[in-house]
């Protein structure tokens, strides 16, 4: 009985610096892992979600976030709203590989685009008496959230921005209470008066 050779799986290859001074100069240059939000307006029709999600398991490719609406009745289209991370190269191919899927008619880097604002709603529940609760209170007040429920001994505060100030706002509350928390995910939408079809 013959085995079959082992193969080893290699590790990622880091770029080549470009135009080297000589052949002995050339250093490897670690690629930078960026996150990258991407807007993509599909059919809405059934298994569009999983044929994009699926589009992303099937090659490793990591979904940090994921929001889907229909977005247009009378046309049936849907906005997929979808953040991820990798190399530059990686989220080029991310980007190519989406348009290829039929159901796809438009992919937009948000995070590139000039015009790209982007959001983000939780719901943050924080428990707490006395000092801690007056304090959760004032921090609620600078970072604008919103006291939608209370009780005696809780808060639930409605808080939309950014991700890193939603992130924040969280760290704040965590010694103060944090019981429980709920996010939408990243919107986006562009500026201007052009739509995206």
Known sequence: MTRAPRTRARPARAAVKDDPASAY???EVAEEIESRTLACIVDNEPGVLARVVGLF???????ESLTVAETDRNAHSSRITIVTSGTD???EQIEQQ???LVPVARVIDVTNSTG???RELALVKVAGVG???VEALRLSEIFRARVIDT???SFIFEVT???QKIDQFIELMRPLGLVELSRTGVLSIQRGKEGVG
């Open 25 to 27: 100069d050339m250093t």
């Open 57 to 63: 398991s099937a090659r490793g490719y990591n979904i």
């Open 89 to 91: 190269h990686v989220l």
């Open 98 to 100: 989406l348009l290829r």
């Open 116 to 118: 790209g604002i982007e």
């Open 131 to 133: 000092e801690k609760r």
């Open 151 to 153: 009780t005696n001994e």
């Open 161 to 163: 921005g950014a991700s």
